[in-house]
């Protein structure tokens, strides 16, 4: 069992952090930045973690400006600001900060940072292991369409991991569903 959730683990890990610096949707948040259009800080903070031709990235100043917009109570800086406490980005590797910060946004309809809480549940990483938690935070992902955690949902019905029973039939079911999930989620970048 522990072969499969590892065997399981590090390719969804790999392939969420990926995806972590442009959840589902991202692309489609707000207008193109310009000079004359002032940037929101959470905006400003994605700019700041890609950089671009013309300014290298500046992973100081996205943490500052997510801290700032997460503590004001915004759900996808507080999700970029987890993101940058669990992979240790300007700031010390913290992961029960990373999960504190994921869990704000989860609970706010994040999918992106439920999908890496149930992550953290399932690793034990910053939180208590829990697989029941990991699993309730994959659904309501899943249920919002998030590919990674359709995907993911598919997988531990297929294999009765991360606290699903086995069950072949509805796998096949998911896997029907995180294929259309990932292809909507291309779609919109």
């Avoid at 683990?9 to 610096?21: F, G, Q, R, T, Y």
């Avoid at 800086?77 to 669990?86: E, N, R, S, V």
């Avoid at 590919?147 to 019905?157: C, K, N, T």
Wanted: proline share 6%.
């Amino acid at each position: 069992m522990k072969t499969v959730r590892r065997a399981f683990i590090v390719p969804v890990i790999l392939a969420a952090l990926a995806a972590s610096l442009a959840p589902a949707g991202a692309a489609s948040i707000g207008p193109p930045l310009s000079r004359s259009t002032p940037a929101s800080p959470v905006e400003e903070g994605r700019q700041c973690l890609r950089g671009s031709d013309q300014t290298p990235a500046n992973l100081p100043r996205a943490f500052q400006l997510f801290s700032g917009a997460a503590q004001k109570g915004d759900p996808m800086a507080a999700y970029y600001l987890g993101m940058m406490y669990q992979n240790g980005m300007a700031v010390a590797r913290n992961m029960p900060a990373a999960a504190h910060w994921l869990q704000f946004a989860a609970n706010r309809e994040t999918p992106a940072a439920m999908f890496a809480l149930a992550k953290l549940y399932l690793a034990g990483d910053g939180v208590k292991r829990d697989e029941l938690a990991a699993r309730r935070w994959i659904e309501k992902a899943a249920d919002l369409d998030y590919p990674e955690a359709v995907m993911a949902m598919a997988i531990g019905l297929r294999d009765g991991s991360m606290g699903f029973e086995r069950n072949e039939a509805l796998a096949e079911t998911q896997m029907r569903f995180a294929n259309r999930a990932l292809k909507l989620a291309g779609a919109s970048r």
